[in-house]
């Protein structure tokens, strides 16, 4: 394996590993239920101004812009902690979320089951 | 909004939206502990085969190719339940895993956290 990816792996240092569009996923769990809330991209700009404000940022890949989750409706998440994973291409950002997380108005953006090839609401 | 994207949001059918490589976000969660294991991509042909199986398969970016997670360990997840997001770009597996899910022999890929810039251990 490659001495840059031991060092992600196993190292104390945070390298974020993008891809080729300099993204990473990004998972945003609630802190209190630990329920999955939503899953978007960061860039390295997304990643700075979640360290420096303490609230989720995204990198929106329609808009091609740095998005402040909760800019405009107000439902924002502050980020009370970030989960790294081994090869360090994919963030957890646990949350709490000011209001509902869904531009929907559901509290998750996951409010739907997947059964016999057809999408059922489930209770988020 | 389009026609296709409130379908997408409000409908029954399941018409998962790929990314410009043909993929979309996957994130596996414990179906005990609803602890987040991994965090991968899904194309067209891993949705089927995972549904075809019951076990998750993934698109492996490295690789260019479909990838059945467990081939080689045997640490396979059973898939116990699909979640599809707003707008159908990432999905949720909630996951009975055989084993540890991460290659490094953890639980989760998730066994770090970043504190002050530099990451720490966390339980998992």
């Not at 239920?33 to 899953?39: G, K």
């Not at 989750?69 to 902690?81: A, H, M, P, T």
């Not at 996951?110 to 016999?116: I, K, S």
């Given at each position: 394996?490659?001495?840059?990816?031991?060092?992600?792996?196993?190292g104390q240092a945070f390298m974020p590993k993008f891809d080729a569009n300099g993204l990473l996923s990004a998972v945003v769990v609630n802190v209190a239920?630990?329920?999955?809330?939503?899953?978007a991209f960061m860039d390295e700009e997304a990643i700075a101004a979640t360290q420096s404000t303490g609230l989720a940022h995204f990198h929106s890949?329609?808009?091609?812009?740095?998005?402040q989750?909760?800019?405009?409706?107000?439902?924002?998440?502050?980020?009370?902690?970030i989960l790294v994973d081994c090869d360090?291409?994919?963030l957890i950002l646990v949350c709490e979320p000011a209001g509902?997380?869904?531009?929907?108005?559901a509290t998750s953006c996951?409010?739907?089951?997947?059964?016999?090839g057809v999408l059922q609401p489930v209770k988020t």
């Open positions: 394996m490659a001495e840059v990816s031991i060092q992600r792996e196993t239920t630990r329920e999955i809330l939503m899953v890949r329609s808009r091609g812009k740095l998005w989750k909760g800019e405009s409706s107000g439902n924002v998440l502050k980020v009370r902690e360090q291409d994919a509902p997380t869904c531009h929907t108005g996951f409010y739907r089951r997947l059964e016999d």
